[in-house]
């Protein structure tokens, strides 16, 4: 809700920003080093650089700038790709992000809001990327 607030304090002042979005998510290990806890039940597992971690994730949307227009946490084990439309405000003319972002779901979502798909392709299982 702050960050909701900031947003539109920045649109009050006549203060705009690049109507695109990259999208990423961060892993945020519970203390004491991303190991599973009792205490922090919410949290979740996932695998970073070969490493497995418990905790959550921040899902981010930014501007190219890097202002942040929204975010999202969830438990590290939800994949980032299922967080897509939650992060986005639906006035991007473009939206950037990795290959875990890229489902057939996704690239339908920003086509039906006339978003331009800046999501990186999959390489074809056997075939070239072109």
Do not use: C
Not at 22 to 37: K, N
Not at 53 to 65: L, M, P, R
Not at 119 to 124: M, R
């Amino acid at each position: 809700k702050l960050l909701q607030m900031v947003n539109e304090e920045l649109v009050e002042k006549g203060i705009s920003w690049f109507r695109g979005s990259i999208v990423d998510a961060t892993v945020i290990e519970t203390p004491p080093g991303g190991e599973q806890s009792l205490v922090d039940s919410e949290a979740g597992w996932t695998k970073k650089r070969g490493q497995y971690v418990y905790g959550y994730k921040a899902h981010i949307s930014t501007t190219k700038q890097g202002l942040i227009r929204k975010t999202k946490s969830t438990s590290a084990d939800i994949y980032d790709g299922l967080v897509l439309a939650p992060v986005l405000d639906g006035d991007e003319t473009k939206v950037y992000a990795d290959m875990a972002y890229t489902s057939k779901k996704n690239r339908k979502l920003l086509k039906d809001h006339g978003i331009k798909d800046g999501l990186l392709h999959k390489k074809p299982k056997r075939k070239e990327l072109t």
